[in-house]
Every structure is written in C-alpha cells, then in structure tokens.
C-alpha cells in the first residue's frame, strides 16, 4: 500500500521548469518552449500537466518535435485564468510540469498505410508532433496528407510551418477556413469538405483526428461515409483531467479515463458514446 | 480530344446516372473556362446556366453594400456551382467569380430541366444528385454556423 502511494507520489510531483522562449502564435495563443533540464523523451500525441504556480494546473498536449527531446515544446490558447498565466510566462519563468502522459498517436498500427492528419484549430498542436515523426520516418508511410481547417486566415496556426510543409512534394496539405475577405485565395468551407477532396485510399488509411468534438463526430460520419474502417481512426479527446495518471475520475468518459486510456484513442472504442449527449 | 460526354462522365456530380442520361445531359453542356476574377454569375441574373467545375476554383459570394464583396463559399474541382436553375423563380442568388483560371462544363438549364420534365427517371436520378449536394451544403453551413473553432471548450477553458 505504502509502495503504491508512494509510486502514485511520483507520478503527480511536478519538476519545476524554465521557459527559455515565447513565442506568439495567434492573437490568444502562445508556443512556449521550455528547458526540461535533460532529454525529454514523449510520444507524439502524448500531454503534460502544466502548473501556472498559485493558480492551478491544465493538461495541455506537446507539440514539438519527439526527435528533439531537449526541447519541450507547448502551444497554450489563453482561454482561462490558469492558461493566461501559462502564456504569460515570459523567458526564464518558473512552471511545474508533470508528465508526459497518456497514450499517443499509433503511427506504427499501419505501416505503408496512407495517414491523413485531420486537424481543427488548435487541434494542430497535438498533431504536430505526429507529422514530424511521419515527416522524418517519411518512406515507411504510403500518402500523407495534412487537412487542416480553422476559423479565419489570421487563425491559422504555425502559418510559417504550414507554407514549409506546403512546398514539400511528400506531403500533401489542404487547408480551409469558415470565413475570409475575397483576397483569400484558399478554399472557404468547413474541414470535412477537405475529405472528399484528398487523394487518398479510404481502405488503406489511417486518419488521425484533433478538433472540437463537435467536428470529430462530423468526420466520423464523413469517414464512415467514403469507406474507412472505424478501427483506423483515431481521435484525441479533451476532457476535465485533473490527476492525469487514472485515479481521480475527472476525465471519466463511459468506461474509458481520458488521462490513462487516451487522450488519444481508436474511434471504434468511444464512436457509441460521442453521440451520448450526458457525458 | 475529350467530348462533352466524357467530361460529364468523368465528373464526380454525375457519377449516379447511366451512360444513356450522361448522354442526355451532355446534349445541353458545353466548354467554357474563366479567367482570374472573371464573373460565372450574377446575383438577380436569370439561373438559367450552372457549371460543373472540372479544374480550379470558385468563390461564392453576396455583396453587402457596408462591407463590399463577403466571401460564403469556395468550390473546386467536382462541384458544381449553381443549383438555382432547379426551382422557380430561377433567379441566381449569389455572385460566383473564378479563383485563377478555372475549366467547367456549362450548362444550359433550362434545356436540362426539360430533359427532365420529358424524362421523369433521368429527372428522379438528377435530382437525387442535386438534393446530395444541397443535403452536403446545408449541413456545412450549419456546422460553420457553429463557429467551433472560436468557442474556447472542454478542458481548455480552465
């Protein structure tokens, strides 16, 4: 029992960390990156708990590169008191950090499979640690496409990366915004359009998901639609963690622990329950 | 060189309909292509033309007179611009411009419509096209009525 509460101890101790840059990504949003004090090894899709000292502690996603473990890397959105403190932080400020935690994008389930990156808003982040490992590991993937929608061409994340990606002959990326002025060149729709649009085979994929859940269960029944197996999508879910490490009951969703068993989980696992609206 | 035929057989809008009504429909398309910034439709125009776009891209558009050209839509490749033509009055509601060149078959509807009228299974078949499209709009729209990308939620809004 002791050994268990102590195991438990270690595992919601948080380090205390530097930011040693930050950056602003969009009006609301800042990338912090932060000195772990060594080798930061995280599976992409993976999270930490980030403690703002005094005011209190959110699950945000890793969003930097896993080849790169030096750097730890966090794209915060201010949306509430304790992310407006993380993305205050300016260099050399404090934070705790625990973690990582969670189970990450399963870039080896398919191999020579087509992997489609389906993203929304500031569901890049998450996401983007998983394109630079397929980027990296690019031969052992058949198509790779990135889809990405977001509300305007102002909020669109990591711009400078997207037109990087943009100009490779291995990446195939689309993108899409709800509104725009007529100098916008680019598509204007919604995210899921994009589906029908990408080149790749719906039999032989893997699609993985990041986005208001509300636009999840729209690509769900898109991706149902064109033929791709439930069992080879895969989605990242966003719920109320607090403990992170399975014991408080917080993140609860149907019989699965957001925390523990995602965040990032097999559609054909919580398709059934995407659609309850109590949980 | 490709026929008419064969654009509308190779068209994603037409897919459902046996060689015979792409035959039928193929009668009343003809070849027609935009340059940047160039007009497909006016808003108030008579609908009686809509487009099959095979190659580049369209914005949909209203003009509003306190905020000049307002952007509700683009279109590409396999889309088809213009459904107006379908139902009275026939009047086109929005401005449609091309992004770039862009390469359509045009159609002439009221032409189609009559095909239709004299060919009731062509006319279900054509339709069933057309409701899956206006069904694919009508929910996009309401999904960006939504505005999910603006709405801190879940976890995030700590």
Known sequence: MAAALHAAAEHTLPQFMRVRARRQELADTWTLEIDPGGPFEFLPGQFNMLYAFGIGEVPISISGDPARPERLVHTVRAVGRTTQALAALGRGARLGVRGPY???????????????????????????????????????????????GSRSPQQLLYASELRRWRSRFDIEVEVTVDTAGPEW???????????????FDPANSMVLVCGPEVMMRHVATDLAGIGVPPARVFISMERNMKCAVGFCGHCQYGSAFVCRDGPVVPLERLERLLGVREL | MKTIEDLVTEHAAFRDLDAAQRALVAGCGRNRSFRDGEVLMREGEDANEFFAIRKGRVRLSVHLPER???????????????????????????????????????????????????????????????????????????????????????????
């Not at chain 1, 499979?113 to 983007?128: E, K, Q, T, Y």
């Not at chain 2, 999910?148 to 995030?156: E, L």
């Open chain 1, 185 to 199: 060149r680019g598509n204007l729709g919604v995210v899921t359009k994009l589906l029908r649009r990408s080149s």
């Open chain 2, 68 to 158: 000049g050209e307002t952007v509700i839509e683009t279109l590409q490749e396999g889309e088809i611009v213009g459904l107006s033509w379908l139902f009275p009055p026939y009047k086109v509601r929005f401005d449609a411009r091309a992004i770039g060149t862009v390469h359509t078959i045009s159609f002439d509807g009221k032409c189609l419509r009559g095909k239709c009228d004299a060919d009731p299974r062509l006319g279900y078949t054509l339709m069933k096209s057309f409701a899956g499209i206006m069904t694919s709009r009508l929910q996009s729209t309401r999904l960006r009525m939504l505005d999910v990308f603006g709405a801190p939620g879940g976890a995030a809004a700590d």
């Open chain 1, 102 to 148: 969670g189970a990450g994008w399963p870039l080896d389930a398919a191999p020579g499979a087509d992997v489609v990156v389906l993203a929304g808003g500031i569901g890049l982040a998450p996401l983007r640690p998983a394109l630079y490992r397929l980027l990296a590991e690019r031969a052992r993937f058949g198509r790779v496409s990135l889809l990405y």
